[in-house]
């Protein structure tokens, strides 16, 4: 009797144990397929709550190819490093100034650059789609609809990204006005 109680108190441990370590790979799996510190933080663009962004002037340069374009055009939006440095990650949003409201949606000229939707706006949002150094980035970005408006593009930047290093979060750019 001794020896069956035994039996079933190890048998209780083991299916403790396995149940366990099957719901700690369920959760990891979860984590690692879901939890994306960049695309869980759309309205602060801060990739994480470790880390505290930089507050001085970031070394990166964003420029627009014009300043107004007409509601069915495109405008490309360019980031640059000041040599010698480069960056490994980014996010970039064009938000319409009167809502503050990620608008328009961007697509890809080339393949470092991911699209992804904020504040339930479809491709509203281009970020990085690896983390290889960059010198530059170029995304392309059009209005979704046939109005006036002014938008501003603000861009968060790191320079690396696993681990997270310095970043610039939520930096206010150019002004690009849409005219119908």
């Known amino acids: 009797m001794v020896q069956f109680s035994s039996n079933i108190q190890s048998m209780q441990t083991l299916a403790m144990v396995l149940w366990t370590a099957t719901i700690l790979l369920e959760v990891k799996g979860q984590e690692d397929e879901l939890w994306d ?14 880390t505290e962004p930089q507050t001085d002037t970031m ?3 964003v420029t627009l190819n014009r300043p107004y374009i007409n509601s069915d055009q495109a405008v490309y939006v360019y980031i640059r490093a000041l040599p010698p440095l480069s960056f490994q990650g980014f996010m970039i949003q064009a938000r ?3 809502t503050g409201q990620a608008v328009g949606e961007f697509d890809t000229d080339n393949r470092k650059i991911s699209v992804i939707n904020c504040f339930g706006r479809p491709d509203s949002t281009a970020m ?8 530059e980035v170029t ?10 408006a ?25 002004t690009l006005q849409i005219i119908k």
Request: overall charge negative.
């Open 96 to 98: 319409d100034d009167k």
């Open 59 to 61: 070394p990166y340069i």
């Open 128 to 135: 990085h789609a690896d983390n290889s150094p960059k010198t």
């Open 37 to 50: 510190p960049w695309t869980d933080n759309c309205e602060s663009m801060v990739p994480c709550n470790l």
């Open 150 to 174: 002014t938008v501003t593009f603000y861009v968060t930047i790191a320079e690396t990204v696993n681990p997270l290093g310095r970043f610039w979060a939520c930096q206010r750019t150019k």
């Open 139 to 148: 995304a392309r970005w059009a209005p979704e609809d046939d109005n006036d």
